[in-house]
């Protein structure tokens, strides 16, 4: 069933962006991965609210037999293009959604914007796209083949803004999760990043279980808040997917006392979502499935119908995610969390640590 009516619950009246603001020393934002993905720190907080300092290895003591963890199986594309206009100006591109094979929704940063129906050239005019439309920031591109195989061939891995080298090879493979299968993200689910294949197989051997959803990730993830109360912000729209078989794991879960623990925020976005817009299975905390556009905007005081714990990266200050960790946690126990999280130089954000929030 697809949704796009959405109904949003409603937001703290009096919160203010500037709650969910706090200073980083700008070396502490890491500019590569860890050497390996599981060599990550974690900083783990407790239900008091207390900070433990760990190694991301050590995650597993902390998980049950019969836990679930709910990892987002979406692929980042290789979403970035520079090509020209017809009248030969440079264009930078950056692909933000893929409504059909031929079609996209795109940035595009241009000396001056493209006109409708005109012609943008990439690869030396090896192919093509058509502006047909415009839907607030973002430009209607019609290509002249589809799109994806021209992305891998020709596309360049959208690297967050605050990361200040040009993508290479080992950003192709670790701005990735060894577990993504459906294309169609512009930013990576960073707190998935830090599993690989021997420590999903050791979770595997204890009792864990695993399920995926699918939550493309946009742009928009990094874009800032810009309205002083946060309930004037208007949250982008994601494309989610949460299917029988997610539903079925939560189910099994639940029914043996084990904790549904999302690895990220979009993971958690996508089963609010599927819980918000789709319907709850009464009694056992479960959404039932669904898929459709999300704006869902999680803000303190919201309360969450799936999720008993988050693993998650350190989120930008302002951000959305920042706030969706604030919901669960606690804004106090955000903000201390995140001093702790300072003053230990743990790194920050895409290509940093972990946190686990085990409430």
Same mark, same amino acid.
């Given at each position: ?11 703290? /009246?009096?919160?203010?962006?500037? *709650? ?24 783990? &907080?407790?239900?008091?609210? @207390?900070?433990?300092?760990? %190694?991301? +290895? ?21 979403? =970035?293009? $520079? ?22 929704? !795109?940035?595009?940063? !241009? ?24 839907? *607030? ?30 993508? *290479? ?6 701005? %990735?999760?060894?577990?993504?299968? +459906?294309?169609? /993200?512009?930013?990576?689910?960073? #707190? ?15 009792? &864990? ?9 946009? !742009? ?9 109360? &946060? ?30 623990? #999302? ?17 709850? &299975? ?11 556009? +999300? ?7 919201? %309360?969450?119908?799936?999720? *008993? !714990? ?26 201390? #969390?995140?001093? @702790?999280?300072?003053?230990? =130089?743990?790194?920050? $954000? ?10």
């Amino acid at each position: 069933m697809n949704n796009h009516s959405l109904t949003l619950p409603p937001l703290s /009246a009096d919160l203010l962006l500037s *709650d969910f603001d706090y200073e980083l020393p700008e070396d502490l934002i890491a500019q590569s991965p860890a050497e390996q993905r599981n060599k990550s720190r974690l900083l783990r &907080i407790d239900a008091q609210g @207390h900070c433990h300092d760990h %190694q991301f +290895t050590e995650l597993i003591d902390f998980l049950n037999p019969n836990d679930l963890l709910v990892f987002n199986n979406t692929k980042v594309i290789k979403a =970035r293009l $520079f090509g020209q206009k017809c009248t030969g100006g440079r264009i930078e591109v950056l692909i933000e959604r893929l409504p059909d094979d031929n079609r996209a929704l !795109a940035h595009i940063k !241009a000396s001056k914007s493209p006109k409708l129906n005109s012609l943008l050239y990439f690869a030396d005019e090896r192919f093509s796209a058509e502006v047909v439309g415009r839907e *607030d920031a973002l430009y209607e591109l019609v290509f002249s083949e589809p799109l994806l195989p021209l992305l891998d061939q020709f596309g360049e891995t959208p690297l967050p803004p605050y990361i200040s080298h040009t993508p *290479d090879a080992e950003d192709d493979e670790r701005y %990735q999760t060894v577990y993504a299968k +459906t294309p169609g /993200a512009v930013a990576a689910p960073t #707190a998935g990043l830090h599993f690989d294949e021997a420590l999903l197989e050791q979770l595997r051997q204890k009792g &864990i279980n695993t399920a995926f959803v699918t939550l493309h990730v946009g !742009a928009g993830t990094f874009q800032p808040v810009r309205t002083k109360e &946060i309930k004037d912000h208007i949250m982008h729209a994601e494309w989610y997917e949460v299917g029988p078989e997610v539903v079925q794991a939560i189910k099994s879960a639940r029914t043996v006392g084990g904790r549904v623990i #999302a690895v990220g925020t979009t993971s958690v976005r996508a089963l609010e979502s599927a819980a918000q817009f789709g319907g709850t &299975i009464e009694g056992l905390r479960c959404p039932i499935a669904h898929q459709g556009d +999300t704006r869902l905007f999680i803000t303190p005081g919201y %309360q969450f119908k799936v999720i *008993d !714990a988050l693993i998650t990266n350190f989120h930008l200050p302002q951000s959305t995610l920042l706030m969706l960790v604030s919901a669960l946690m606690g804004l106090d126990a955000m903000k201390k #969390a995140y001093e @702790h999280a300072i003053q230990q =130089r743990y790194r920050f $954000f895409s290509y940093g640590d972990s946190m686990f929030i085990d409430i």
